[in-house]
């Protein structure tokens, strides 16, 4: 399965931008990105998935770098409620490992009052 | 949104004794669904892919005799944890993915301690 690598932790202060990247070299042409986030004590959350393009939703902004090699979710104003771990997972469209999503670390963000 | 149902969301229980965790989607239907397990500070681990009316799929590692999984509707998956002991004492989570919606769609999480 294609990896991911993530920075173990970011701190961001309230109501600022936060930029959260994620590495991927060795994504295949057929590789949703796509970024979960897990509070703790709760299951996972969706939050936003892209394949080659751009993609914006009411929670965040994802941007693909064009080669597909990296990505960032970008959460526009940070509020307390997004301190959580956000992980960057790559989800095959096809074949057995369809759903089947590999997690890896993810990033601690730290939201500042 | 879509939403998955889990229950309990936590359960206490004896060594040597068993335990279902029940993972319901409860507006739309689910051919699918995937448990996973995550020990305190660590990542998600898939455990087994559960199947609509066929037997489920397990990784690699994880005990089929031990973790019982059933799927008999279309809305509802169990997970049971059979003669448990304190090393299974973990967070099981459920997921499935509804195909009109974006991403998968995650239970709130058992909490099981095995004492």
Redesign the interface.
């Known amino acids: 399965d294609a990896k991911t690598t993530q920075p173990n932790s970011m701190e961001s202060n309230e109501e600022e931008p936060v930029h959260l990247p994620c590495n991927h070299s060795t994504i295949s042409g057929t590789d949703y990105i796509h970024w979960y986030r897990q509070l703790p004590s709760q299951g996972p959350e969706y939050v936003i998935h892209g394949l080659t393009s751009n993609v914006n939703n009411r929670m965040a902004s994802l941007a693909i770098a064009e080669d597909r090699k990296s990505s960032t979710l970008i959460l526009h104003r940070a509020t307390l409620r997004d301190a959580a771990v956000y992980y960057c997972i790559l989800v095959n469209a096809g074949g057995t490992s369809y759903g089947k999503l590999t997690f890896g670390q993810g990033t601690i963000l730290t939201v500042h009052p | 949104g879509a939403v998955?149902s889990?229950h309990p969301s936590r359960v206490i229980c004896k060594s040597g004794t068993s335990v279902k965790i029940e993972c319901r989607s409860l507006d739309f239907q689910a051919t699918?669904m995937?448990w996973?397990r995550q020990f305190p500070k660590q990542?998600?681990?898939?455990m087994a892919?559960s199947n609509e009316g066929s037997k489920a799929t397990y990784e690699q590692g994880v005990e089929k005799d031990k973790f019982l999984i059933n799927h008999a509707s279309l809305t509802l998956s169990t997970l049971t944890v059979t003669s448990a002991h304190p090393e299974d004492s973990s967070?099981y989570?459920?997921?499935a993915?509804d195909p009109f919606r974006?991403?998968?769609?995650?239970?709130?999480?058992t909490?099981l301690t095995v004492v």
Request: hydrophobic share 35%; charged share 10%.
């Open positions: 998955v889990q699918t995937f996973y990542s998600l681990m898939l892919t967070f989570i459920c997921s993915r974006s991403g998968y769609t995650f239970g709130s999480g909490r």
